[in-house]
C-alpha cells in the first residue's frame, strides 16, 4: 500500500527566503506526483503536476522535482512571500487510476 | 465561472442525526470524490463515482453513504453510525478522456461538520 510522508510538518520563515519542502513515497511505481496548496478553511488548489517521466516541472517561483527511484519529490520556493502562506500537500495517484493518497501536509508560515 | 459548490460552509449534528452535504459542479466533469481532513493528516477518500447511478467505497466508507443521480451532483451523508464525524469534508471532480478518468485537480471549499 503506498504511503506518503511530508517533512517537515510546519515550517516557518522570514519573507525573502528560499526554501524546500519534501515529499516522499514507498512505492515507486507512480504515474505522476501533484503538488496542491490549501489555504486555512479552504479547498485544495492544484500547483504542479510532474508526470513519471519528467524530472522537474516549474511555475513561477515554484520548482518541483521528482526521483522515482529513491521515492521523493521536492517543492522549492524561490523568494518567499507572506502570501505563500498556507499548506502544502502532495500526492500521487494509485495504480488503480484517478484515485490519490495524500501526504500530512506542510504547513508553511512566511512572516514579514 | 466554472467550479465545484459545497454547502454549507458549516454544519452541526446532534447525536443520532443523519446530514447530508452537498456537492455541485459546474464542470461537466465525469468523477467525482468525497475527501474526509482531519487536523494534522492528509485527505482520505471516502466515496468516488466514476459515472452517474454508480459509485464505489473508498478508504473510510463507513458511517457514509453517497447517491449520484445527476451527473453534477454528489450528495454525502453521514448517518449516526460514524461515530467521529467531526472533520473537515472536501468534495472534487476531475473529467475524463476516453476510458481514461483523470485524478481529481479540482476541489470545492469544504463544509466543516461538527457534533453539537
Known amino acids: 500500500k503506498q504511503e506518503v510522508t511530508q517533512i517537515p510538518a510546519a515550517l516557518s520563515v522570514p519573507e525573502g527566503e528560499n526554501l524546500v519542502l519534501n515529499c516522499s513515497f514507498t512505492?515507486?511505481?507512480?504515474?505522476?506526483l501533484q503538488w496542491f496548496r490549501q489555504d486555512p478553511g479552504k479547498g485544495l488548489t492544484s500547483l504542479l503536476l510532474i508526470q513519471s517521466s519528467q524530472r522537474e516541472q516549474t511555475s513561477g517561483r515554484l520548482n518541483a522535482s521528482l526521483d522515482k527511484s529513491s521515492g521523493r519529490s521536492t517543492l522549492y520556493i524561490a523568494a518567499s512571500q507572506p502570501g505563500d502562506s498556507a499548506t502544502y500537500l502532495c500526492?500521487?495517484?494509485?495504480?488503480?487510476?484517478?484515485?490519490?493518497?495524500f501526504g500530512e501536509g506542510t504547513q508553511l508560515t512566511v512572516n514579514p | 465561472d466554472g467550479g465545484i459548490t459545497q454547502s454549507p460552509k458549516y454544519l452541526f449534528r446532534k447525536e443520532g442525526q443523519n446530514v447530508t452535504l452537498s456537492c455541485e459542479q459546474n464542470l461537466n466533469h465525469d468523477a467525482m470524490y468525497w475527501y474526509r481532513q482531519d487536523p494534522g493528516q492528509g485527505l482520505r477518500l471516502i466515496y468516488y463515482?466514476?459515472?452517474?447511478?454508480?459509485?464505489q467505497k473508498g478508504d473510510i466508507a463507513e458511517g457514509y453513504s453517497v447517491s449520484r443521480e445527476k451527473k453534477e451532483s454528489f450528495p454525502l451523508t453521514v448517518t449516526s453510525a460514524q461515530k467521529n464525524p467531526t472533520a473537515f469534508y472536501l468534495c472534487?471532480?476531475?473529467?475524463?478522456?476516453?476510458?481514461?478518468?483523470?485524478?481529481?485537480?479540482?476541489f470545492g471549499d469544504g463544509t466543516r461538520l461538527s457534533i453539537l
Open positions: 512505492d515507486s511505481a507512480i504515474y505522476n
Open positions: 472534487a471532480s476531475s473529467g475524463r478522456q476516453g476510458a481514461r478518468i483523470y485524478q481529481p485537480q479540482h
Open positions: 500526492a500521487v495517484p494509485q495504480t488503480s487510476g484517478s484515485r490519490l493518497t
Open positions: 463515482s466514476q459515472i452517474v447511478n454508480d459509485f
